[in-house]
């Protein structure tokens, strides 16, 4: 089993949709949880990042942890062509420790069509 | 503008021969990373530096070095004894090991075997 699981999609939705994409991960020690935007043919930048369970939002992106279920997702609103990309999640534990190597998902390609 | 070059952005090899991509931050980040990128499978780690002249090897490190003589520069030898190179690889840097997952990533250099 992967330490974190993602669906690879496609995922197609028109322009104005709301989007939700998910991860699971398999060791309750990962503490930190970010997302990664990567455009085709580009290296990944970091989107949104969060510490523990909980929601954190910015502009038209939600990004949510929720350790006891061990689910990661992020939704976006108002989807626009421009998000067009392979989203990628990730996650680690504290430094020092074990699970400190940040660990991703294998990406879900999201299209949003105009 | 501060950021990671990668060069070259594609690079085409023959079997038995070693190449070397090149990667220099301008962030003045500690931390260096290469990545090695493939359909379906996610970021994989094959090296990663947190100071100068000292590395560590990632999960995937069989066929490949690397060397780190200036805070600058984390370049990647895909050597002869790599099986499978063709891939995407993507060069990283952070503010230091022990930053919470924030990398930054360069563009990328894309590996082709003939």
């Known amino acids: 089993q992967k330490e974190v699981e993602q669906d690879p999609g496609p995922l197609s939705v028109p322009e104005g949709a709301i989007v939700s994409l998910n991860c699971t991960y398999s060791n309750s020690a990962f503490q930190y949880f970010m997302w990664y935007r990567q455009y085709s043919r580009k290296g990944p930048e970091l989107l949104m990042y969060t510490y523990s369970s909980g929601n954190k939002e910015d502009g038209r992106f939600t990004a949510q942890v929720d350790k006891s279920s061990k689910y990661i997702s992020l939704f976006i609103r108002d989807s626009q062509p421009s998000d067009s990309a392979t989203y990628l999640c990730?996650?680690?534990?504290?430094?020092?420790?074990?699970?400190?190597?940040?660990?991703f998902g294998t990406g879900t390609l999201l299209a949003v069509q105009p | 503008d501060g950021g990671i070059t990668q060069s070259p952005k594609y690079l085409f090899r023959k079997e038995g021969q070693n190449v070397t991509l090149s990667c220099e931050q301008n962030?003045?980040?500690?931390?260096m990373y290469w990545y090695r990128q493939d359909p379906g499978q996610g970021l994989r780690l094959i090296y990663y530096?947190?100071?100068?002249?000292?590395?560590q090897k990632g999960d995937i490190a069989e066929g490949y070095s690397v060397s780190r003589e200036k805070k600058e520069s984390f370049p990647l030898t895909v050597t002869s004894a790599q099986k499978n190179p063709t891939a995407f690889y993507l060069c990283?840097?952070?503010?230091?090991?022990?930053?919470?997952?924030?990398?930054?990533f360069g563009e990328g250099s894309r590996l082709t075997v003939l």
């Open positions: 990283a840097s952070s503010i230091s090991r022990e930053s919470t997952g924030e990398l930054f």
């Open positions: 530096s947190q100071i100068v002249n000292d590395f």
């Open positions: 962030l003045n980040h500690d931390a």
């Open positions: 990730a996650a680690r534990g504290n430094y020092g420790g074990a699970t400190n190597k940040l660990i």
